[in-house]
């Protein structure tokens, strides 16, 4: 049996299209209004792609900066894991488009659908290969233009989401030397699929005229179950990875960014401090698989990630799926 090869972070990148949707425009839209949305939400504004872009177009700026701060080169890649919902096509995957217009010739690449745990599921593959010997260089990343999925009358829903990018860069942590995965999760429970569910365009429902009519092709979700799911799981998932370490080490929790409240609930439960986790929901709004590695480029370029200490990301979504990881700076 081959031992385990600790897996580290070698570079992360982040992206969000250029249009931006404030709670305002929202207003001529549906019978909403910024104070509803902000305090609700914790949400201002979102990035919307431009009618030209697509999801491999935003990955495509994330991983060029990953590649860049990790000082590796496309063709060095052996494998691309992209977690999206929102793919370019139906067929083929976003992250063969990807691998062919980042020039990465050696690489493997496979889109995983877990919904807001999409990130998540893609670095547990990446460092999973990389662990086992299989791989050394893996470009993870979570994307989504989850705009072009949105019932735009739909108060509840439309709100919520965003559009972005966000790639990490994985490798040896003895070629890293710095975030080393220590601990990673993930978990379903698929009886709770109604939940956040897209019911058209797949073998159950393919489309047809009268589904488009219907406007079976958007998100749908019940707002107030998954506030109840969600509250519970981001605080156990923190308690599950950081369990048996000091408080103190944990410099930064990087959870998903869904909603200002369910985090703040989620913490309060754990008596967990505010200053302590990574919040820039305000920004960019639920932007599904990207939220985690967007947030995490940022707090890094902001400083909030010390050397040494522990960082810890949760994200649950639609599934139901859930996943944690905990890494070393
Ligand atoms: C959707 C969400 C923001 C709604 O907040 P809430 O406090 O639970 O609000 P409720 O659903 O109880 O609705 C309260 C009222 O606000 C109304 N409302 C909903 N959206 C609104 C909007 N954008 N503007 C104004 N009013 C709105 C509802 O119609 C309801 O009105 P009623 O009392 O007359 O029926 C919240 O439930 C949530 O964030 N859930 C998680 C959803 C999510 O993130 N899903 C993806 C997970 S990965």
């Known amino acids: 049996m081959t031992s385990r ?73 052996d494998l691309i894991v992209l977690g999206t919902i929102s793919p370019d096509f139906m067929l083929p995957s976003c992250a063969a488009i990807l691998q062919s217009r980042l020039g990465a010739v050696n690489a493997g690449a496979f889109d995983v659908n ?12 990446g460092e999973s290969f990389i662990a086992a010997g299989r791989a050394r260089r893996v470009l993870v990343l979570g994307a989504e233009c989850l705009s072009r999925y949105l019932n735009m009358k739909d108060r509840a829903s439309c709100i919520l989401f965003g559009d972005g990018a966000g790639a990490m860069v994985l490798a040896p942590h003895a070629e890293t030397g710095r975030g080393e995965i220590l601990r990673s999760t993930l978990g379903a429970d698929g009886s709770g699929y109604e939940f956040i569910h897209m019911r058209g365009g797949g073998s159950r429902m393919p489309p047809t005229h009268e589904s488009v009519d219907r406007g079976d092709h958007y998100i749908t979700m019940r707002g107030r179950e998954v506030f109840r799911f969600a509250v519970t799981r981001m605080s156990d998932l923190i308690a599950q990875m950081s369990e048996g370490f000091p408080r103190e080490e944990v410099c930064l929790v990087v959870p998903h960014q869904v ?21 820039n929901i305000q920004k960019y709004g639920n932007t599904s698989a990207a939220t985690v590695p967007m947030a995490f ?33």
């Open 5 to 77: 090869v600790a897996v580290g972070i070698a570079g992360t990148g982040s992206y969000a299209p250029p249009v931006v949707m404030t709670n305002h425009d929202f207003e001529k839209l549906v019978d909403t209004s910024d104070e509803w949305i902000v305090q609700r939400t914790g949400i201002k504004e979102r990035h919307f792609a431009e009618a030209h872009q697509a999801t491999s177009d935003l990955c495509l700026e994330a991983a060029k900066q990953a590649l860049d701060a990790a000082k590796t080169k496309p063709e060095e890649l």
């Open 114 to 125: 877990a919904a807001c745990t999409g990130f998540l599921t893609a670095l547990h593959t």
């Open 259 to 279: 909603n200002a409240r369910i985090i703040e609930a989620a913490l309060e439960r754990l008596d967990w401090p505010m200053d302590k986790c990574f919040v």
């Open 297 to 329: 480029h940022e707090a890094l370029e902001e400083g909030r990630i010390e050397k040494g200490k522990l960082v810890v990301f949760c994200a649950f979504g639609a599934g139901l799926t859930w996943g944690g990881t905990l890494l070393r700076w």
